[in-house]
Structure formats: C-alpha cells, structure tokens
C-alpha cells in the first residue's frame, strides 16, 4: 500500500510503503485523521521518523514521512503495489475507518 499525492502535475507516489496488505488501511487512515498530532511532534523532533526510534512502525514512519512531504496539498489516496486498486484515505465513519474493501477508484478499473 502506497500514499499518492495528485496536487501535482505529475501524480507523486510514495517510494516507501505505508503497509502490506489490506488489513493495514485502516492504520494509514488513522494515522492520517492525527495528522494534526503527529506532525508537530515530528518538526520537534525529527529523529522520530528514524529507526532508532521504535514507538513508530515501519510503515507509520514512511507514512508520516509522506504525510509532513506534502502537508500542504490535497488530500492523498492509498494504492496497492502495482495501482490496480485505489482507496480512500479519509474516513467519515468508523466503518470506513475499519474497511479493508471498500475500493476508491473513480475512473480506474472501470469503475465510479
């Protein structure tokens, strides 16, 4: 699962991953609705967002390194390793929160 930012003229796709596998969405959305906790504390201090810390994942530290990234654009969205499929990352309920099937695609893959 990788984070993509389209508020620039060519889509930017994370190099790092935010997660494996579909049960990691909802981590990449939670950790998307605290932004407004995490990045503070990250321009505070940086080294949280290294390995020699541990209270982050692996793929939380890549996914607020995107996040910080591109703080200033729109909203990103999530794809799977190879863009066939797309997800949301916003989360207006706990149920869209908690999905792991719930695909995002509007224009990709035929669908709307």
């Known amino acids: 699962m990788y ?12 190099d790092m991953e935010s997660g494996q596998h579909h049960y990691d969405l909802p981590t990449i959305r939670f950790n998307w609705l605290r932004r407004d906790h995490w990045l503070p504390y990250i321009d505070r201090f940086p080294g949280t967002l290294s390995r020699e810390f541990d209270h982050l ?13 591109h703080r200033e654009c729109g909203t990103p969205h999530i794809v799977s390793e190879y863009g066939e499929q797309r997800f949301s990352i916003e989360a207006p309920t706990i149920e869209a929160l908690l999905s792991t099937d719930a695909v995002y695609s509007p224009g990709l893959r035929g669908e709307s």
């Not at 389209?6 to 994370?14: F, G, I």
């Not at 994942?57 to 990234?69: G, K, M, P």
């Open 57 to 69: 994942s692996y793929f939380e530290r890549n996914t607020l390194a995107f996040i910080r990234e």
């Open 3 to 14: 984070l993509v930012c389209e508020s620039h003229e060519e889509p930017v796709r994370a």
